[in-house]
């Protein structure tokens, strides 16, 4: 299928006045890395494409906003991958980001886009899941903030409204949390997950705390799992600990097989990779940069 | 839609059907046949091309998208018909087999170069993560980037003989 017209926004609010005119048959277009691969495949595509690649402003920006972050939602890839505001205060976007499709994908590809595609492997969404994320909606009635963990209905469906766009994400900046992201895919970079998984926790007193776990790829939506999250909170790590959660997680995975995966190595693999963040989590205490997680997984 | 667009520094101005990708549009609009198609998809990276100082795949992005923008592709590459340092690179090295994936290549190099201008390995092989090389196995190519970045004084060039 081919769009039959291409209308370049020159804003945000000028785009969501075409969707809501135009109906269900219009739909945007930023970095097109989805959207033309849909066409490509021969799968259905809005019939007017609004472009919304050229808008510049904040709708591109990665700000500080009191005790929060956010970002806009035509921040590419590679803004989120380059951010050192990210990267202090929710390394697992970052970490997600840097490893996200290839550099021409980084290039273009935005943080809405992912959001907007709800594919359940979409490798920003378990970040931002664990990073207790709002997606700030806009249509020409108005706006509504969504948490990101609601968004997603289905695999490629979200309760977005047809008229409606993501604007921004933001969340919260939480004063000496650890958060970090893993996935598990055939090839170390351009490919799309397996299963992935973020996590997020603050050490209080010895004890986990503010634990929020999400995984990707093994459900039709991206999962946030509040069992695995209460058998961490407030507890010491120990060995003990680790097994029960790396069993909680597996089980947790609604997975299915598929041209990727199976089912099983998928479930498996969440209480392994889910065991791996809150071993990373320990270890980056005793180094305090917060790089290691990167390092370790590009090398 | 008409398309306005700077190639190589020299302007053009055409028209194009609003579905024509920025691939078809170089291709068939400009006759600038030096990009490849591959995939379609933005798997391969044979269609990549820079656009306003940033690498892309040029079979995702529609033509009115690339609408007044700056693009950098292969034929931008010689001038006047003395190959760039990193085409002669490519030559020494042995750096193109069926030369497909060549032109994206070089263009990705080219864009990587301008802010890492002494990589590692490793960051050469990251930063052509998204073009795939189906004869060479890559390591002509590296070389041949360390070649332009000065990186090989002292090293033997690999036998191709």
């Known amino acids: 299928m081919h769009p039959s017209s291409v209308m370049r926004a020159a804003s945000l609010e000028e785009a969501v006045e075409v969707l809501a005119e135009r109906g269900p048959s219009a739909g945007v277009v930023a970095g097109g890395t989805d959207l033309a691969v849909r066409r490509r495949r021969g799968l259905p595509v809005p019939e007017v494409w609004v472009d919304i690649s050229s808008i510049s402003g904040p709708a591109r920006d990665i700000v500080r906003s009191q005790d929060r972050v956010v970002i806009g939602a035509l921040a590419t890839f590679r803004a989120i991958a380059a951010s050192d505001l990210v990267r202090r205060t929710l390394p697992a976007l970052y970490q997600a980001a840097n490893i996200m499709g290839s550099v021409q994908i980084r290039n273009r590809a935005t943080l809405g886009g992912n959001i907007g595609n709800a594919s359940p492997a979409g490798d920003s969404l378990p970040p931002l899941i664990a990073g207790d994320a709002t997606a700030h909606l806009l249509s020409s009635r108005g706006r509504r903030d969504i948490p990101v963990e609601d968004l997603f209905t289905g695999p490629g469906q979200t309760c977005l409204a047809p008229d409606e766009l993501v604007e921004a994400v933001s969340y919260p900046v939480l004063e000496g949390a650890w958060s970090g992201f893993r996935r598990v895919a055939t090839r170390a970079s351009h490919d799309i997950s397996k299963m992935s998984a973020a996590l997020r926790a603050t050490l209080e007193q010895g004890r986990l705390a503010a634990v929020r776990v999400a995984l990707g790829a093994v459900a039709p939506v991206p999962l946030r799992v509040p069992d695995v999250e209460a058998m961490i909170d407030g507890r010491v790590f120990n060995g003990a600990l680790l097994d029960a959660v790396g069993l909680a997680a597996s089980r947790a995975a609604r997975a299915i097989t598929d041209v990727r995966s199976t089912a099983g190595y998928r479930a498996d693999m969440c209480g392994e990779v889910v065991v791996e963040l809150l071993e990373s989590f320990i270890r980056d205490r005793r180094d305090p940069s917060g790089r290691a997680g990167l390092q370790q997984r590009r090398a | ?161």
């Not at chain 2, 497909?100 to 890492?116: D, V």
């Not at chain 2, 073009?131 to 970045?149: D, H, L, P, S």
């Open chain 2, 1 to 161: 839609m008409r398309i306005r667009v700077r190639v190589n520094g020299r302007d053009y101005q055409q028209e194009a059907p609003d579905h024509w990708t920025l691939l078809r549009f170089l291709r068939e609009g400009l006759g600038l046949t030096g990009t490849k198609e591959g995939c379609g998809a933005g798997e391969c990276g044979a269609c990549t091309i820079i656009m306003d100082g940033l690498t892309v795949n040029s079979c995702l992005v529609l033509a009115p998208e690339a609408d007044g923008t700056v693009i950098e592709t292969i034929e931008g590459e010689a001038v006047a018909g003395e190959l760039s340092p990193l085409q002669r690179a490519f030559h020494k090295h042995h750096a193109v087999q069926c030369g497909f994936c060549t032109p994206a290549m070089i263009l990705s190099i080219k864009a990587f170069l301008r802010t890492n201008p002494r990589p590692t390995v490793r960051e050469i092989q990251e930063a052509i993560e998204g073009n795939f090389c189906r004869c060479t196995g890559y390591q002509q190519i590296i070389e041949a980037v360390q070649e332009v970045t000065g990186q090989r004084e002292g090293q033997e060039e690999l036998g191709h003989a």
